[in-house]
């Protein structure tokens, strides 16, 4: 399967170089007639970039073994926060693929570890959103379980956070 997302760079035909790719990539397409949807390449795109963080939250609303309807609205919440603060403005359709792709997540530990260094990678202002939102769904059920403070825990100790002080 050829995947345009693992493309770095491309060089056209009158030797210029493109990276990223993405542009360049669509209007080749564009120019053949082929449709591209705008909106799902937005879209993943965003997953890509913010994917590590709504599995961690995943996980922490699973913490305690039930995800309560208020945690996973917290998740979407700071779902909405972001598309803004990314200028993305999907449709219904794509808002619901994002939906029901959370709802399918069941991350493991892991998963867990390996977004962790996905996010040791972005810088610590980048993440304080994320460190709020982490706390919102901790407090979204109206519950302190045990595992659920322990994951947030240990994430503010891995990736150095004082953000919820």
Known sequence: MFRLDRLIS?????????????????NLFETFGVHVNHDEIALRKFLQRFSAQFLILKLMANADGEIDPAEEEAILDYCARLMARSDLLLGDEELAQFSSWLRRLEPDAQDYFDALEVLKERPQRELLPFFRSAKEVLLADGLHHPEECSLLDDLCIRLGSAALE
């Open 10 to 26: 491309v060089i056209d035909a009158n030797g210029e170089y493109h990276a990223p790719p993405t542009a360049f990539i669509i």
